[in-house]
T-cell receptor, first 115, second 113 residues
Framework: GAGVSQTPSNKVTEKGKYVELRCDPI?????LYWYRQSLGQGPEFLIY????????DSGLPNDRFFAVRPEGSVSTLKIQRTERGDSAVYLC?????????????FGPGTRLTVL | SQQGEEDPQALSIQEGENATMNCSYK?????LQWYRQNSGRGLVHLIL?????REKHSGRLRVTLDTSKKSSSLLITASRAADTASYFC?????????????FGSGTRLLVRP
């Protein structure tokens, strides 16, 4: 079946602009996660959705970052007033289970470059 | 902050040799997962080992887990050039009901043909 998909694959924007990054999870997966990966580092957690609600947003770096999942499937990560430090690969993952055997499947990521 | 640390940071071996990567973590966990990443993009799930398991196999992969030492190792046997990638371990935190993953900084593996 289809895996997690993310669009766009690459996004180049100017400092101060607004961007939206989209994630389509695997059908039927109720848990959805966003991570951010800087060059040479492992991914770092941003936010977790269980269904439509953000159950854990403790990883969002500041209030310029926001994410929604209005129908419990597709999610959009929104970044306002982008800064050069926001440049990274943004990864989305989904999981069928919401217990301790939570195997997460990742999308290909969106590479964001802020000039 | 990142939970895990991988060792070595980089590894270069000849095709056909075995590759061993190690991972250490800090908290009590429910499970530990290993992922592969090519060219800095999507992560491919390799294997999940539960905290009550000590060893798990999948094809040419062998994972061990020592919860007393808070460490894990990934062994790739009979390596191939196609195994060239970065490898990450990821753990959850037993006290965290979101089960979000905490990653190490990865091991970059180069398999020379």
């Amino acid at each position: 079946g289809a895996g997690v998909s993310q669009t766009p694959s690459n996004k180049v924007t100017e400092k101060g602009k607004y961007v939206e990054l989209r994630c389509d999870p695997i059908s039927g997966h109720t848990a959805l996660y966003w991570y951010r990966q800087s060059l040479g580092q492992g991914p770092e957690f941003l936010i977790y959705f269980q269904g439509t609600g953000a159950a854990d947003d403790s990883g969002l770096p500041n209030d310029r970052f926001f994410a929604v999942r209005p129908e419990g499937s597709v999610s959009t990560l929104k970044i306002q007033r982008t800064e050069r430090g926001d440049s990274a690969v943004y990864l989305c993952a989904s999981s069928q289970r919401t217990d301790s055997y939570n195997e997460q499947f990742f999308g290909p990521g969106t590479r964001l470059t802020v000039l | 902050s990142q939970q895990g640390e991988e060792d070595p940071q980089a590894l270069s071996i000849q095709e056909g040799e075995n590759a061993t990567m190690n991972c250490s973590y800090k908290t009590s966990i429910n499970n530990l997962q290993w992922y592969r990443q090519n060219s800095g993009r999507g992560l491919v799930h390799l294997i999940l080992i539960r905290s009550n398991e000590r060893e798990k196999h999948s094809g040419r992969l062998r994972v061990t887990l020592d919860t007393s030492k808070k460490s894990s190792s990934l062994l790739i046997t009979a390596s191939r050039a196609a195994d060239t990638a970065s490898y990450f371990c990821a753990t959850d935190d037993q006290m965290d009901s979101s089960y979000k993953l905490i990653f190490g900084s990865g091991t970059r593996l180069l398999v020379r043909p």
